[in-house]
């Protein structure tokens, strides 16, 4: 009979293992792209066997999917800080999203080269694929609406419709950032357009900024 101790030893190999193939993944995929990385390079890169990697994953698509859902959430806790503490007025609110959306840019730097093929690649593998980019923009905008509909409820937001204005704002971002991977931008102009962006979210084309410092 295996001990909890072999148990959790094994579990601890096999994570570590799980590890080892994602970041093996990660660097393929940023090098090459999804359709000319096979499973044999990533195996390679990691230093297992074939066998090891198809019992932690189905195929090829699956560990791409997983460093997608990885990569989701790390953007994701970019504003935990403020879910945790929420603002409690307007100067808090535009601070914080200002702070919030650097930790995300930080990452999505970190990650650049994943980001491109995640954005370029994931919509040509299948619709399934393809969905889950659509649903990942959708959660950031449901984020946004949260703490939008906070912030007018708390009377420090105009009242207005928070999913159309959520949306709005989350879409302009994504295009800054699809802007920024093309190169575009350069990326010496981020902090400019984050603050002139959060600015946009709270005023729109016309309002008093003379409430609201910049940092």
């Not at 560990?63 to 504003?79: A, D, H, V, Y």
């Not at 009377?155 to 949306?167: E, L, N, P």
């Not at 603050?195 to 016309?206: R, S, Y």
Request: proline share 0%; charged share 35%; net charge positive.
């Amino acid at each position: 009979m295996i001990s909890e101790l072999r148990k959790i030893k094994n579990l601890e190999k096999k994570n570590l293992t799980k590890e080892r193939l994602l970041k093996a993944a990660k660097k393929i995929f940023a090098e090459k792209g999804y359709h000319n990385t096979i499973v044999s390079e990533i195996v390679k890169s990691a230093g297992v066997g074939q066998g090891t990697f198809y019992r932690n994953f189905i195929d090829k698509r699956d560990i791409f999917e997983n460093l997608l859902n990885e990569l989701t959430e790390k953007l994701l806790l970019s504003f935990s800080d403020m879910s945790s503490e929420l603002p409690k007025n307007s100067q808090e609110y535009r601070d914080a999203s200002v702070r919030a959306i650097r930790r995300m840019i930080k990452t999505v730097i970190e990650n650049r080269e994943l980001v491109t093929i995640f954005i370029k690649e994931a919509v040509s593998v299948d619709r399934e694929l393809e969905r889950k980019i659509y649903e990942f923009q959708m959660k950031f905008a449901q984020l946004a609406k949260y703490y939008l509909d906070y912030a007018i409820e708390k009377g420090f937001a105009r009242r207005c419709d928070s999913d159309i204005v959520s949306k709005s704002v989350v879409g302009l971002g994504f295009s800054f950032l699809n802007m920024w991977l093309a190169e575009l931008i350069d990326e010496k102009d981020v902090d400019r357009i984050i603050n002139e962006v959060v600015d946009f979210a709270f005023f729109g084309l016309a309002g008093n900024t003379g409430t609201i410092r910049k940092e």
